[in-house]
């Protein structure tokens, strides 16, 4: 009974603290107690499985919408995506009281924080740190690492207690910080068809959009992930035409294929030119990162360009680009963070997210990472 009432209070914690909301982040801080409160690793297994499925409930009827098929093949890679999280923490859950069991799971938190294990790392409690320390920056980091220990302890009722009083103040304050004059992200509904549809007047139409935005006082204008599709000369020629006459920048998603793989990046555009200013450090695991591929010698997929490019230089300002699922994992936005970005853009194509939660999660996975910097958020998706 005491193992049952534990995986249910995970999973409702994973549910609730993953529902999109930032301001429900740190329920996540619940899984270090209940993971220390497990009798055994079994249960300890059980109680982070719980969490896990919960908190990406919504992974089985996205991957089905994705591929265009039933629910199974989505409810098994949630299953098999679980196990990467479920085995960390059962490994180093231990029966031994005191520092000992404190120092085993705030192992785990740095495990799942990094590759490899990192690669699969959704709903980490660290995500939270911006919601419950605002501003506090790398300090805020570290005193939300501390506190995950903390709730391991034996004084797991005192950090409990002064996390609910930070939570409470910030909910109070809480404010995206202002963006910089003139940058703005541009949500698109084009559904599966952006990426795909490579007409000319697809393209005229998202220029149109484009010139309409900078008519309002816009000078840089983000469109979301996939949102110029395949990137050639030709099309390269088409922006810039279309672009003439003002001073306006658009940094969209695109890809860039060649013999080996493809990339997903983030291309910066003007009347004067265009270049590649990010390209994707983590794609999403088996649906685009397919890295068996390239040991095989098949080739494609696409190409996880691992710590590459962190932050890039554009308009006298820093950027940190985060496309899709690097939102929703720690370590492309702390690697960028160490060079101190002056705004984070954040783009996805949602498409196939539709009725579930992801889409929010991402959105609130960034916003709490840039208010714990205390760094502007700029977002664009395609829904």
């Known amino acids: 009974m005491r193992g049952i009432t534990l995986t249910a209070t995970a999973a409702l914690v994973g549910c609730v603290g993953w529902s999109g909301d930032p301001l429900s982040l740190p329920l996540a801080f619940a899984l270090p107690a209940l993971w220390t ?6 249960i300890a297994a059980l109680v982070s499985l719980g969490y ?8 089985p009827k996205g991957v089905a919408t994705y591929y265009a098929s039933d629910l199974w093949p989505g409810l098994l890679l949630w299953i098999v995506a679980s196990l990467c999280f479920v085995g960390v923490h059962a490994a180093m859950w231990t029966g031994q009281r005191g520092n000992a069991r404190s120092l085993r799971y705030l192992a785990a938190v740095v495990l799942l924080g990094l590759p490899p294990f990192g690669i699969i790392g959704w709903a980490h409690p660290l995500t939270a740190a911006g919601v419950l320390f605002p501003g506090w920056g790398w300090w805020g980091l570290a005193g939300a690492f501390a506190a995950l220990g903390m709730m391991t302890s034996r004084c797991w009722p005192a950090a409990a207690i002064a996390l609910g009083a930070c939570w409470l ?8 910080p202002v963006l910089p004059n003139g940058w ?34 816009s000078r840089f204008i983000i469109l979301p ?43 910066a555009i003007s009347a004067d030119g265009a270049r590649v200013i990010y390209r994707q450090r983590m794609p999403v695991p088996v649906s685009m990162w397919q890295p068996w591929l390239a040991w095989t010698d098949q080739g494609g997929g696409a190409r996880g360009n691992f710590f590459a490019n962190p932050a890039v230089e554009l308009g006298g300002y820093r950027i940190a680009s985060l496309i899709c699922y690097e939102q929703l994992i720690l370590w492309p936005i702390l690697q960028s963070m160490i060079y101190a970005p002056e705004i984070v853009v954040a783009t996805g194509n949602g498409w196939w997210t539709g009725g579930t939660s992801i889409v929010a999660i991402q959105r609130a996975s960034a916003a709490s990472w840039a208010r714990l ?3 502007p958020l700029i977002t664009a998706f395609n829904f």
């Open 373 to 375: 910097f205390d760094v």
């Open 52 to 59: 896990f499925l919960a908190a990406s409930r919504g992974l």
């Open 37 to 42: 409160w497990s009798p055994s690793r079994l």
């Open 169 to 176: 103040c910030s909910a109070a304050m809480w404010s995206h």
């Open 225 to 267: 992930e996939s949102a110029l599709g395949f990137w050639t000369p030709t099309l390269e020629r088409v922006w810039r035409a279309g672009l003439e006459g003002s001073d306006v920048s658009v940094i969209a998603g695109a890809t860039i294929v060649d013999a080996q793989a493809y990339d997903n990046v983030m291309v």
């Open 184 to 217: 703005k992200g541009v949500d698109l509904e084009r559904g599966r068809s952006l990426g795909r549809d490579g007409s000319l007047d697809h393209h005229l139409n998202l220029i149109a959009t484009v010139r309409r935005e900078a008519r309002e006082g």
